[in-house]
């Protein structure tokens, strides 16, 4: 097994022998498979799963986001759907995240917990960036 010192075992409360040895039976890299087993047993959905069996959709829905067929507003409920199906895929709308909505920005955080930890931003694509000295922000003559 490979060594790290991403561990650091101190006052030898845990043997060094249990997470560096190479034996099958009673080792840390044993217990892991174990669990790795356990999870691909119990057929639950990961992000993993559930990008594999979206991945062409989610594709093929970003990429209608470039099509010049589609008026504004067309191309404003499209990013939204291709948005709810990449938080989808990546597990954040399966009912276990507190969500809070600010316009384009949502804040998720695990229930009992007030911070949130995350926070996404909804955008839409466009076909150029403006140069800095041309942003609206700024007044001009700056």
């Known amino acids: 097994m490979p060594s790290s010192d991403a561990l650091i075992v101190v006052e030898d409360w845990i043997s060094?022998?249990?997470?560096?040895?190479?034996?099958?039976k009673e080792?840390?890299?044993?217990?892991?498979?174990?669990?790795?087993?356990?999870?691909?047993?119990?057929?639950?959905?990961t992000t993993r799963t559930r990008f594999t069996e979206r991945a062409s959709k989610l594709?093929?829905?970003?990429?209608a986001?470039?099509?010049e067929d589609l008026d504004e507003a067309a191309r404003?409920?499209?990013a939204e759907q291709a948005h709810e199906e990449l938080l989808r895929v990546l597990g954040y709308s399966t009912g276990e995240f507190r969500i809070r909505r600010d316009g384009p920005v949502r804040w998720f955080s695990t229930a009992g917990i007030e911070q949130s930890a995350l926070a996404?931003?909804?955008?839409?694509?466009?076909?150029?960036?403006?140069?800095?000295?041309?942003?609206?922000?700024?007044?001009?003559?700056?």
């Open 16 to 24: 060094e022998h249990f997470f560096t040895t190479d034996a099958r």
């Open 27 to 45: 080792s840390f890299q044993k217990l892991v498979l174990d669990r790795r087993k356990q999870w691909d047993g119990e057929d639950v959905p």
């Open 59 to 63: 594709a093929t829905m970003l990429a």
């Open 65 to 67: 986001l470039y099509s």
């Open 76 to 78: 404003a409920e499209a």
């Open 120 to 142: 996404v931003v909804t955008a839409r694509p466009v076909e150029v960036v403006p140069k800095k000295k041309e942003w609206p922000h700024q007044s001009a003559g700056r």
